[in-house]
T-cell receptor, first 114, second 115 residues
Framework: DAKTTQPPSMDCAEGRAANLPCNHS???????VYWYRQIHSQGPQYIIH???NNETNEMASLIITEDRKSSTLILPHATLRDTAVYYC???????????????FGTGTKLQVIP | DGGITQSPKYLFRKEGQNVTLSCEQN?????MYWYRQDPGQGLRLIYY???????QKGDIAEGYSVSREKKESFPLTVTSAQKNPTAFYLC??????????????FGQGTRLTVV
């Protein structure tokens, strides 16, 4: 799996958009970008994933650069409940697959400030 | 409701004792996983199972054992051979086919403290 690089921490004012970057310069053509978040002492929660095109769901938007070497997760109107560690991971297609062991790095700790 | 359940949420054990952490899912997922998380760290894969009666070691399997006798259950045993067992343990599941873009669902974790 390609490695990812994320800033260790970010702050965002409540109500503003939170833009979380992720670099994945060695991503392969068939690898997806996934985002999860982990609120303190809970299990990670799936947010969104994408391959080439930008994606949007009820939680967030994912912007992937044309060369696919980086992406940005956007929380359009951050709330205090969005304070969490956000993980960006890249991997081939499905989460499972005997040779595809998903690992999570240290992520970005997002602090939403009132 | 469908989901993945870990129990207990907090667990205390004396050093040298084996302890088994429970993970149950009713999502009809074939694949299940165990991760360990230490303070301020990411998740590290301990074991994973693609199908019943089959499992594979992850990156840090030493001192752990698993079984997969039923599709919905994937218990993890932390043995006395694990040198630093105190950690937050997370179980996850996902569908097993290789269609693109599948996601994993995580339990709420078990915090194990060995004293």
């Amino acid at each position: 799996d390609a490695k990812t690089t994320q800033p260790p921490s970010m702050d965002c004012a409540e109500g503003r958009a939170a833009n979380l970057p992720c670099n994945h310069s060695t991503i392969s053509g068939n690898e997806y970008v996934y985002w999860y978040r982990q609120i303190h002492s809970q299990g990670p929660q799936y947010i969104i994933h994408g391959l080439k095109n930008n994606e949007t769901n009820e939680m967030a938007s994912l912007i992937i650069t044309e060369d696919r070497k980086s992406s940005t997760l956007i929380l359009p109107h951050a709330t205090l409940r969005d304070t969490a560690v956000y993980y960006c991971i890249v991997r081939v297609g499905a989460f499972s697959g005997g040779y595809q062991k998903v690992t999570f790095g240290t992520g970005t700790k997002l602090q939403v400030i009132p | 409701d469908g989901g993945i359940t870990q129990s207990p949420k907090y667990l205390f054990r004396k050093e040298g004792q084996n302890v088994t952490l429970s993970c149950e899912q009713n999502l009809n997922h074939d694949a299940m996983y165990w991760y360990r998380q230490d303070p301020g760290q990411g998740l590290r894969l301990i074991y994973y199972s693609q199908i019943v009666n089959d499992f594979q070691k992850g990156d840090i399997a030493e001192g752990y054992s698993v079984s997969r006798e039923k599709k919905e259950s994937f218990p993890l045993t932390v043995t006395s051979a694990q040198k630093n067992p105190t950690a937050f343990y997370l179980c996850a599941s996902s569908i097993s086919d290789l269609r693109d873009g599948t996601e994993a669902f995580f339990g709420q974790g078990t915090r194990l403290t060995v004293v």
